[in-house]
């Protein structure tokens, strides 16, 4: 499939018009999205609105997918849950409201598990989606939807956000790129109380040059999210025309506590030590303490804390996984809650003395290959007993402290699966990730091999 970037050439020089563009995503999605499960709502006003597209604007027409928790206006967005069956928002989240002023045509919405609490995508409204390179198999999440979407190439870009590695896990399972910003980078409004000081808005692409092109149209601040950044005034298209040069980057097979698939390793390790090329790749001992139990006593008490009143409502209708939440929300208080500030700091501390010394850290993006449906994670790892996000233990740490990191694909397992390398920036430094996930591309390409569904 070509490149985001290609096709608004091809749109703005009148090549293409965005009309036939949607077209063959249209049929693709409803050859496909059958099979797979990406798209859970379509814009019905999408044609109408690519024969009225601009080609003169940035996007031209683009076609793009927004993820189910994004509000677009006037498109019902039911963050997957059955309280929220027949909300139709009447105003566009940020993000969306600066994609249409850049001239996107808004497909539809991707699915993605009940409220975005989980990575692994399957609610009680639509349902499990399955991975394009082996339908029996999870496509992670929660932006799996998206992430689907963009594999089977049923749309170029997808809309992601991540709250504890929400683009990264779905990029890695589906063969894509998924670059969580800087926490801040693109604004985000209105959100749900959930995920609080950890979640960016981004997306999910074949290409790093698609991110780039995205992200450059969406981020900056705006007032609504007081915690979007001022624009870095870096243009990130053209950042990642230079090519890396003395760049020191630190590899980390476990973060010196994660139980990681022998095969995953492997490849990854591989993948991390072709950037040589561009500098210095060295192999570190990091003793980071795991914030997996944090990052649940986080998400179990903002989601009860939200849903309030309407919890025994809730609770006939939740996704059956989540009724755990409710007993171990009875025996936390907000007690836990403040002390994960204090792990934070524990966290920063020990990643630290990485960051002053090199440039870049990279780890496997999930400890094992996508994982069969049927439950929200493996039960072993490598022959050891996993806990329920054992398998995720690299993406998360990134949430806590704020910084850039993305997944990119650093190869196939023995039976075709994808297995995704992330690569972490120091703080603020997303023009860094993005040049040497384009740098790690140009080297190792993997756009030629695509799904057969």
């Known amino acids: 499939m070509e490149s985001a970037v290609e096709i608004v050439e091809k749109l703005r020089s009148g090549e293409l018009k965005p009309a036939e563009v949607l077209e063959e995503c249209l049929r693709k999605i409803e ?53 929220y069956e027949n909300y139709v928002p009447e105003e566009d989240a940020v993000l969306v409201e600066r994609l249409k ?7 539809g919405k991707t699915n993605m598990p009940e409220f975005g609490l989980i990575a692994y995508t399957d609610n009680p409204l639509f349902g499990p989606t399955r991975n394009p390179w082996d339908l029996s198999r999870t496509v992670g999440g929660s932006s799996g939807g998206s992430a689907a979407a963009v594999a089977a190439g049923m749309v170029p870009v997808a809309s992601g956000n991540d709250g504890g590695g929400s683009i990264r896990i779905p990029a890695s399972f589906c063969g894509l790129y998924g670059l969580k910003p800087s926490y801040g980078r693109v604004p985000c409004y209105p959100s749900l109380p959930m995920f609080v000081g ?16 995205m992200l450059d149209l969406v981020k900056g601040r705006d007032s609504r999210d007081m915690h979007s950044l001022p624009d870095d005034g870096v243009s990130y298209l ?55 139990a944090d990052l649940v006593t986080k998400v179990v008490l903002e989601v009860v804390t939200f849903v309030g009143d309407r919890m025994e409502e809730w609770e006939k209708v939740a996704f059956p996984p989540y009724l755990g939440f409710m007993t171990l929300a009875q025996s936390l208080s907000f007690r ?26 990279i780890t496997p993006t999930v400890a094992v290959k996508p994982f069969e449906l049927g439950n929200i994670g493996p039960s072993e790892i490598a022959g050891k007993p996993a806990t329920p996000i054992g398998w995720m233990p690299f993406t998360y ?9 993305a997944s990119i694909p650093a190869g196939f397992s023995k039976d075709g699966l ?25 080297i190792s390409p993997w756009q030629d091999r695509a799904p057969e569904i």
């Open 198 to 213: 950890l979640h960016s808005e981004g997306f999910l692409t074949r290409y790093v040059e698609d991110t780039a092109l």
């Open 31 to 83: 050859e496909l999205n059958p099979k797979i499960n990406a798209f859970i709502t379509m814009n019905e006003r999408a044609m109408e609105e690519a024969k009225a597209a601009d080609v003169n604007s940035p996007l031209a027409g683009l076609p793009v997918a927004i993820k189910d928790n994004v509000e677009t206006k006037g498109i019902r967005t039911t963050y997957c849950s059955k309280l």
């Open 238 to 292: 053209e950042a990642i025309q230079d090519v890396p040069d003395g760049v020191k980057i630190a590899f980390s097979p476990d973060l010196g506590y994660a139980v990681v698939d022998p095969e995953v390793e492997e490849i990854v390790r591989e993948a991390a030590f072709k950037l040589e090329k561009f500098g210095e790749v060295e192999e570190v001992k990091i003793s980071a303490p795991s914030l997996e």
């Open 336 to 361: 836990e809650y403040i002390k994960i500030e204090e792990k934070k700091m524990e966290l920063w501390r020990s990643l630290r003395k990485v960051f002053d010394e090199y440039d870049f850290l």
């Open 397 to 405: 740490p990134f949430n806590f402290t704020g910084q850039p990191a």
């Open 418 to 442: 994808p297995v995704g390398m992330q690569i972490v920036g120091r703080h603020y430094d997303d023009a860094g990730v993005l040049r040497i996930s384009k740098a790690f591309q140009d």
């Open 101 to 107: 002023k850049a001239g996107a045509v808004i497909v």
